[in-house]
């Protein structure tokens, strides 16, 4: 299979980013990867593809604006947009089977690759349980509002797309 990877965090040192570099080593194993990343990891990724036999990946460098304090969630905003018009280019010139957005892990931040017409796997550990059901009685009332139009938000939306 051809698959598309929306890896925003992916290099092999790091929390999230290590969650990003380990879905990629193993997805690799058995598919062709292209994976979107951001720019900033690019040192890293090379040093550890020098090392390392990486056949079937083929990363794909997304820049934007650098990030800094509470402004980095925008700037994870703006590098998803980008990323898609990346992704919508791929796409004409590779054949794809599938999308897979695997980092950032969160279902408040989005991404836009369930747009792209394909089959669309949202890798996020909010799908196996929402967090407002696991911390209903530990939150406020107009907390436990805010999740649950989040998650009708995020229901409309994925009704859109591809979603899996």
Same mark, same amino acid.
């Given at each position: &299979?051809?698959?598309?990877? #929306?890896?925003?965090?992916?290099?092999?040192?790091?929390?999230?980013?290590?969650?990003?570099? $380990? &879905?990629?080593?193993?997805?690799?194993?058995? %598919?062709?990867?292209?994976?979107?990343? $951001?720019?900033?990891?690019?040192?890293?990724?090379?040093?550890?593809?020098?090392?390392?036999?990486?056949? $079937?990946?083929?990363?794909?460098?997304? #820049?934007?604006?650098?990030?800094?304090?509470?402004?980095?969630?925008?700037?994870?905003?703006?590098?998803?947009?980008?990323?898609?018009?990346?992704?919508?280019?791929?796409?004409?010139?590779?054949?794809?089977?599938?999308? %897979? %957005?695997?980092?950032?892990?969160?279902?408040?931040?989005?991404? !836009? &690759?369930? !747009?792209?017409?394909?089959?669309?796997?949202?890798?996020?550990?909010?799908?196996?349980?929402?967090?407002?059901?696991?911390?209903?009685?530990? &939150?406020?009332?107009? #907390?436990?509002?805010?999740?649950?139009?989040?998650? !009708?938000?995020?229901?409309?939306?994925?009704? !859109? #797309? $591809?979603?899996?």
């Amino acid at each position: &299979m051809k698959v598309l990877i #929306s890896a925003y965090a992916c290099s092999p040192e790091g929390s999230e980013c290590g969650v990003g570099w $380990n &879905m990629v080593s193993r997805i690799s194993k058995y %598919h062709q990867c292209w994976v979107l990343v $951001n720019s900033v990891f690019k040192p890293k990724i090379e040093e550890k593809l020098a090392q390392l036999n990486f056949k $079937n990946v083929n990363f794909v460098y997304v #820049s934007t604006a650098k990030p800094f304090g509470l402004l980095h969630y925008f700037y994870y905003i703006a590098w998803q947009i980008k990323a898609f018009f990346v992704a919508k280019k791929l796409c004409q010139e590779i054949d794809f089977d599938l999308v %897979h %957005h695997v980092t950032y892990q969160n279902s408040w931040l989005p991404t !836009f &690759m369930g !747009f792209l017409g394909l089959p669309f796997i949202f890798d996020s550990s909010y799908l196996q349980a929402p967090p407002w059901q696991i911390l209903r009685q530990a &939150m406020s009332f107009q #907390s436990f509002l805010q999740e649950i139009l989040i998650e !009708f938000v995020i229901k409309i939306i994925s009704s !859109f #797309s $591809n979603f899996y």
